[in-house]
């Protein structure tokens, strides 16, 4: 299975930044695709960021222009660069990945981390 560990959410001022990473575990196969959605109090949950393992980025329409989704390979690693940060930002932010097989997907979720934007 992968595990995720996420870290770098925490309390920021609107109109400043926050990067966020996800560290998956090396033990895993391959991973097809990875994402970071969001969730904010009495809301579903959110697309915010998808990469592909071709590299191809889809961004939410709320957060296109401002926010930056990348990966370091070598490390298992991605990341989200949050920049000009809005209090609608604020929500407790996931982490996945998709791990496809024989035809099958396999989605993982980290533990999420909050980020809190304020006036």
């Known amino acids: 299975q992968v595990q995720l560990v996420e870290s770098g959410g925490g309390l920021v001022q609107a109109g400043g930044s926050l990067r966020l990473s996800c560290a998956a575990s090396r033990s895993i196969f391959s991973i097809n695709a990875m994402g970071w959605y969001r969730q904010a109090p009495g809301k579903q949950r959110e697309l915010v960021a998808t990469?592909?393992?071709?590299?191809?980025?889809n961004y939410g329409d709320s957060v296109k222009g401002r926010f930056t989704m990348s990966r370091d390979n070598a490390k298992n690693t991605v990341y989200l660069q949050m920049n000009s940060l809005k209090p609608e930002d604020t929500a407790v932010y996931y982490c996945?990945?998709?791990?496809?097989?024989?035809?099958?997907?396999?989605?993982?979720w980290g533990q999420g981390t909050q980020v809190t934007v304020s006036s």
């Open positions: 990469m592909t393992a071709g590299g191809s980025r």
């Open positions: 996945k990945a998709r791990h496809t097989v024989a035809g099958n997907n396999y989605d993982y």
